[in-house]
């Protein structure tokens, strides 16, 4: 069973940073990109960044791209968002995502975390 | 820039169909061939339930089916139960490469 679990949300005043971290099992995780997806409260959702299956190739939403960096460790089936300058915009559940992939191209999301609330404020 | 627009809200009665619409507003046609659809209950994660316009993952009931034109991209429940109820959000992805996602589209079994 593919299983997801994020942790490292909380509460961070505007223009600090936090890790996002994202535990995987279930599938051969280094055969995989993955991606982050957010969802501001009470909107919609909104793709964030992704990463190949090596680590090698990735990508970000030009609203967070300078201020986030995704990353992956493949011996632990773990990957990570660090975020940066937030703003309060950035207030969201993060959510997770696996592709079905390996691509950094990769075009949709077929499994889900069940999201990290991060939330800027003073 | 790309923007797929979906309906706010549409209801159903249980037993019927109901259709949400996926347009996008760059006139980029391409971007049809690559749409997939999300069920999102309250306070719970996404769940992909299409992928490229109509291919079900496993486990996804086959009530749930979805199409396309050179202007839209469209999924269909037919049979509403009140478990459909929930929010639904296409997604595809541009020909510059942004995975971009419908506002979201909020079903009411009635």
């Known amino acids: 069973e593919v299983q997801l679990l994020e942790s490292g949300g909380g509460l961070v005043q505007p223009g600090g940073s936090l890790r996002l971290s994202c535990a995987t099992s279930?599938?051969?995780?280094?055969?995989?990109?993955m991606s982050w997806v957010r969802q501001a409260p009470g909107k919609g959702l909104e793709w964030v960044s992704i990463?190949?299956?090596?680590?090698?190739?990735?990508d970000y939403a030009d609203s967070v791209k300078g201020r986030f960096t995704i990353s992956r460790d493949n011996s632990k089936n773990t990957f990570y968002l660090q975020i940066s300058s937030l703003r309060g915009d950035d207030t969201a559940v993060y959510y997770c995502?696996?592709?079905?992939?390996?691509?950094?191209?990769?075009?949709?999301?077929?499994?889900w975390g069940q999201g990290a609330l991060v939330t800027v404020s003073s | 820039q790309s923007a797929l627009t979906q309906p706010a809200s549409v209801s159903g009665s249980p037993g019927e169909s109901i259709t949400i619409s996926c347009t996008d507003t760059?006139?980029?046609?391409?971007?049809?061939?690559?749409v997939s659809w999300y069920q999102q209950h309250p306070g719970k994660a996404p769940k992909l339930i299409l992928y490229?316009?109509?291919s079900r993952p496993s486990g996804i009931s086959n009530r749930f089916s979805g199409s396309k034109s050179d202007h839209a991209a469209s999924l269909t429940i037919s049979g509403l139960q009140a478990e459909d109820e929930a929010d639904y959000y296409c997604?595809?992805?541009?020909?510059?490469?942004?995975?971009?996602f419908g506002g979201g589209t909020k079903l009411t079994v009635l």
């Open positions: 990463i190949s299956g090596s680590g090698s190739f990735t």
């Open positions: 760059s006139g980029d046609v391409d971007i049809y061939n690559y």
């Open positions: 490229y316009v109509s």
């Open positions: 995502a696996k592709n079905p992939d390996y691509s950094y191209g990769s075009r949709y999301f077929d499994f």
């Open positions: 997604q595809s992805y541009t020909n510059t490469g942004i995975r971009l």
């Open positions: 279930g599938f051969t995780f280094s055969s995989y990109a």
